[in-house]
């Protein structure tokens, strides 16, 4: 009978934490749309490439090399064998190759963050080849230190520290943010952006139908984000957890949505649905570093302090040249280092000197040596396309063909 059960609770958290993952992969759709929707239209085939692309690289870079690094479980030449997760207890609980399903849909989220901050001015294959060592080195690098328990190049444990990350504001929101601002600076801002005084102009979205419609999956797909990092399901307790990470995790984005509407109405004298949309969004990456322990209250507080943040960031970027037509340096790394703080106001097991210097850790190592990658790319083969092929959009130039072959630009 006891065995019975153990089959039942491992088949059930098993089952759980594949449809969570599942989920998650489902968030790639939502940046596909939601980068597709805010960037010009001579630009939408490419993005689109990006972020296909993107997923794929991930998903093969992190079975190769990547996991391993992270978790010291190889899975490429001899599969996922015993206790190769991240701890033989987990592995008790469910199929380890499910946990590696779930850890590498993270791994494809943190890389997609990056694609919409250089979007419309990158060439496609440097980009992809940034995917590369991002998703295979840099990401499980910081993996290792935050989940992966081991300690930062010998010179400290972040757990024994006092921080705590539950499903990733920092280890995966915050680290994407971080290699798309290292990008960015390499890159520079597009042409027309910024007036001769340096002002900057709105260069709006081709398809903010698109747009919404990829917030809403983002915002679905982050249940399972969120969701599945309890890790199970089979018993009352991890059940009721479950329960109060999906109220809070909605009610986050609730907060983070209607906050920024507000402070863009009062701002600018009109509702602007891009701000409203990274409001949801910044709200969900608020709630993202600990969604288990806040109520209902507090996380929609925390969501709504995510949203009006992430206005303000999006503007000071602008103000000092930061070019990011989605906003996603705004929206997953201002808002995800504020996630990290916001963790020991509910959670006693974390302090806010360990939440720094796990901030602190990730955004150092993964900025670093991003800038060190995309500047040893830009030497080799260059990372802007020309001015001509950037106006006329890098669809042609990139991927040979159009997304709105019908209509003129």
């Not at 006891?2 to 098993?14: C, G």
């Not at 190769?64 to 996922?80: S, T």
């Amino acid at each position: 009978m006891e065995n019975q059960i153990f089959e039942l609770s491992y088949a059930l958290d098993t089952f759980y934490f594949l449809v969570c993952g599942a989920l998650v992969m489902w968030m790639a759709a939502g940046f596909a749309m939601l980068e597709a929707g805010l960037v010009r239209s001579k630009n939408t085939t490419e993005i689109l490439t990006k972020n296909v692309a993107l997923f794929a690289i991930a998903c093969t870079m992190y079975m190769i090399v990547g996991y391993n690094i992270m978790y010291d479980g190889g899975i490429f030449l001899n599969g996922i064998v015993g206790d190769g997760v991240a701890g033989a207890e987990e592995a008790k609980t469910y199929a380890p190759s499910a946990d590696f399903f779930f850890q590498v849909v993270f791994v494809a989220t943190a890389m997609s963050i990056v694609s919409g901050a250089v979007a419309e001015r990158m060439k496609l294959w440097a980009f992809l080849l940034f995917a590369v060592v991002m998703t295979g080195f840099i990401y499980p690098m910081e993996g290792a230190w935050t989940w992966g328990g081991k300690s930062v190049f010998g010179m400290y444990t972040l757990g024994d520290n006092g921080f705590s990350d539950f499903a990733g504001s920092g280890i995966v929101h915050m680290a994407g943010a971080a290699a798309a601002l290292a990008g960015v600076l390499v890159l520079g801002p597009r042409a027309g952006k910024y007036s001769a005084d340096g002002k900057p102009k709105a260069i709006p979205g081709a398809n903010l139908p698109l747009a919404t419609l990829g917030t809403f999956i983002l915002w679905m797909g982050w249940f399972g984000f969120n969701g599945g990092s309890v890790l199970a399901t089979a018993t009352v307790e991890n059940a009721n957890s479950v329960a109060v990470v999906f109220m809070n995790t909605n009610a986050a984005a609730s907060g983070g949505l209607i906050a920024a509407l507000l402070v863009a109405r009062i701002l600018f004298g009109k509702a602007d649905l891009t701000m409203a949309l990274n409001g949801a969004l910044a709200g969900l990456v608020a709630i993202t570093a600990e969604p288990s322990t806040p109520t209902a209250l507090q996380a929609t507080l925390f969501g709504a302090a995510g949203g009006v943040l992430v206005v303000f960031s999006i503007l000071t970027l602008d103000k000092l040249k930061i070019d990011d037509p989605v906003g996603a340096i705004s929206v997953h790394g201002v808002v995800g280092l504020l996630g990290l703080l916001l963790v020991p106001f509910t959670n006693d097991g974390s302090t806010i000197a360990g939440q720094l210097l796990g901030a602190a850790t990730i955004f150092v190592w993964v900025f670093v040596t991003s800038f060190i990658v995309w500047y040893v790319i830009k030497l080799i083969m260059g990372v802007r396309v020309s001015d001509e092929e950037e106006f006329e959009g890098v669809d042609m130039s990139e991927c040979g063909m159009e997304a709105y072959p019908e209509f003129t630009n």
